[in-house]
T-cell receptor, first 116, second 112 residues
Framework: AQKVTQAQTEISVVEKEDVTLDCVYETRDTTYYLFWYKQPPSGELVFLIRRNSFDEQNEISGRYSWNFQKSTSSFNFTITASQVVDSAVYFCALSERSNAGNMLTFGGGTRLMVKP | NAGVTQTPKFQVLKTGQSMTLQCAQDMNHEYMSWYRQDPGMGLRLIHYSVGAGITDQGEVPNGYNVSRSTTEDFPLRLLSAAPSQTSVYFC???????????FGSGTRLTVV
């Protein structure tokens, strides 16, 4: 069965600090997909990134970067020079190709608070 | 382009009442799903559909029914509301699940 663990329930940083959100997953599939979603205080879920299991290249998008390591089953998310607008709950999620409907399994989320 | 539209945004029910949460998407997505979000537990899958006429249960289906008569609509029915169903409900759709899901803005349901 698939499982996603976000061990950090809450992180607090001061603006301009770098912060890394951890995500560890479990799956028996060799083909799977990993996602990060952001949930700002307004409540909607915003898609950030999708990564398939065959692509271990790190990805950078502005101040955001993602480190995918199959050897440790981790897909960590780093925000560089954090800003107050980054304050949100961040969810990591997993989808297995063998799973009918390719539904998402979510981690419990990490609440990030960025203080000015 | 409206994306995924959920109604209502807020609802208060009394224990034992029934209601339907509406979800509609205008992106011609085949895959649709319902999740509930509870504090500290992330989002958990209630029911899902991979196309019109096809539905299946997710992780926490008890107390909920769904149907999918059209590609666009995927309503979630609470048969007899219980306080344990107090939660935020999200509907999502995808062209194919592995490409990621687009989520609606959520329905905050309180059962008293």
């Amino acid at each position: 069965a698939q499982k996603v663990t976000q061990a950090q329930t809450e992180i607090s940083v001061v603006e301009k600090e770098d912060v890394t959100l951890d995500c560890v997953y479990e799956t028996r599939d060799t083909t799977y997909y990993l996602f990060w979603y952001k949930q700002p205080p307004s409540g909607e879920l915003v898609f950030l990134i999708r990564r398939n299991s065959f692509d271990e290249q790190n990805e950078i998008s502005g101040r955001y970067s993602w480190n995918f390591q199959k050897s440790t089953s981790s897909f960590n998310f780093t925000i560089t020079a954090s800003q107050v607008v980054d304050s949100a709950v961040y969810f990591c999620a997993l989808s297995e190709r063998s799973n009918a409907g390719n539904m998402l399994t979510f981690g419990g989320g990490t609440r990030l608070m960025v203080k000015p | 382009n409206a994306g995924v539209t959920q109604t209502p945004k807020f609802q208060v029910l009394k224990t034992g009442q029934s209601m339907t949460l509406q979800c509609a998407q205008d992106m011609n997505h085949e895959y649709m799903s319902w999740y509930r979000q509870d504090p500290g537990m992330g989002l958990r899958l209630i029911h899902y559909s991979v196309g019109a006429g096809i539905t299946d249960q997710g992780e926490v289906p008890n107390g909920y029914n769904v149907s999918r008569s059209t590609t666009e609509d995927f309503p979630l029915r609470l048969l007899s509301a219980a306080p344990s169903q107090t939660s935020v409900y999200f509907c999502a759709s995808s062209i194919a699940g592995n490409y990621g899901y687009t989520f609606g803005s959520g329905t905050r349901l309180t059962v008293v």
